[in-house]
């Protein structure tokens, strides 16, 4: 069994930042792939990506602006997340390789 814990999430004004972090328990977390999702109403999105090895992937609705990097010793996966868009808005939740989920933290991004 994983848990994971994600946190960060707020309001933010159009052009700001947030960091979201994701920390997991009970597996050996540094092996695996970690991703970040967001759910918009209607549309779920594979955001980023960091494998065990630090590859990174991200989608192209966010190359450039948001950065995935993890922590293995924390056993914590982060989404720095910078200049920040209305459609940013969303609950992100992050996933870990094995298929669990956190429970989300919701981030809106509005003036």
């Known amino acids: 069994q994983v848990q994971l814990v994600e946190s960060g999430g707020g309001l933010v004004q159009p052009g700001g930042s947030l960091r979201l972090s994701c920390a997991a328990s009970?597996?050996?977390?540094?092996?695996?792939?970690m991703y970040w999702y967001r759910q918009a109403p209607g549309k779920r999105e594979l955001v980023a990506s960091v494998?065990?090895?630090?590859?990174?992937n991200y989608a192209d609705s966010v190359k450039g602006r948001f950065t995935i990097s993890r922590d293995n010793a924390k056993n914590t996966v982060y989404l720095q997340m910078n200049n920040l868009k209305p459609e940013d808005t969303a609950i992100y939740y992050c996933k870990h390789e094995m298929g669990y989920w956190g429970q989300g933290t919701q981030v809106t991004v509005s003036s």
């Open positions: 009970g597996s050996i977390f540094s092996v695996y792939e």
């Open positions: 494998s065990g090895a630090g590859t990174t």
